[in-house]
């Protein structure tokens, strides 16, 4: 069983996706990792936009199981370096380059295969798995996101301010959701979860009941 999860950031879609993997014992995929690697790594080196497609040449690796991925650059876990925004708004600048996305997705179809996965991310359900059975999007309104990035940030101790956060969420919706190909859109048979309202545990039981639902 294939089960696609995606939404935009701070949606709660990695935190759902990672309790159901665990709760169905399905390894679990976050493909947004693949592309924060090559935003790291691509911004660390300063390689050009026109470049970072020979990075699939280098030696990296991915490895999804039961509740987590691990992403690996030339033999080192990449892990915290990774967590930053300024990585996600770069690996959101590389998901506006049609061929690094196309071989992205090329990639995840090959080391998947046949396997069973909750697989979370962006085009999960549109591109990568568009035969999934199962697929959710998890989403919610812009302020909300940004009050709980805004919230995850100052309990890390970073100086930011909820309207920075916002307008740094609105600013990677808005160019997850214009790139011309493969713009980010919920697939038209997924099911919406807006967490606006509800807690982590209500949207992973509404998950839950839905899966229960279709498989009896
Ligand atoms: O899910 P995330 O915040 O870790 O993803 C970071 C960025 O990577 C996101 O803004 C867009 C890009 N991404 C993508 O284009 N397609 C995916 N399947 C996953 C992530």
Redesign the pocket.
């Known amino acids: 069983m294939k089960i696609a999860i995606?939404g935009p950031?701070?949606s709660g879609?990695?935190t759902i996706a990672k309790l159901l993997s665990q709760r169905l014992d399905l390894p679990y995929l976050?493909?947004?990792?693949?592309?924060?690697m090559f935003?790291y790594v691509a911004f660390s080196e300063k390689i050009p936009l026109e470049k970072v497609l020979d990075l699939f040449e280098e030696d990296f690796l991915v490895i999804f199981e039961v509740g987590k991925t691990d992403v690996y650059w030339k033999g080192k876990r990449l892990l915290e370096e990774?967590k930053g925004e300024d990585?996600?708004?770069y690996?959101?600048i590389?998901?506006?380059i049609p061929a690094l996305?196309q071989r992205?997705i090329k990639f995840l179809r090959e080391i998947v295969g046949d396997s069973q996965v909750v697989a979370?991310?962006?085009?999960?359900g549109t591109h990568?798995f568009p035969e999934a059975p199962f697929k959710f999007f998890i989403t919610a309104s812009p302020e909300e996101r940004a009050r709980r990035r805004y919230l995850e940030l100052r309990s890390k101790g970073l100086e930011v301010s909820y309207e920075e956060v916002l307008k740094a969420i609105e600013e990677?919706d808005l160019?997850?959701t214009n790139r011309p190909l493969?713009p980010?859109k919920p697939a038209e048979d997924a099911h919406i979860i807006d967490t606006t309202n509800i807690t982590v545990e209500q949207a992973l039981e509404k998950v839950l009941s839905i899966l229960k639902e279709h498989r009896d």
């Open positions: 995606d950031s701070a879609k990695s976050e493909t947004g990792l693949i592309y924060r935003g990774l990585v996600g708004r690996a959101s590389l998901g506006e996305r992205v979370e991310g962006r085009d999960v990568i990677r160019r997850d493969y980010f």
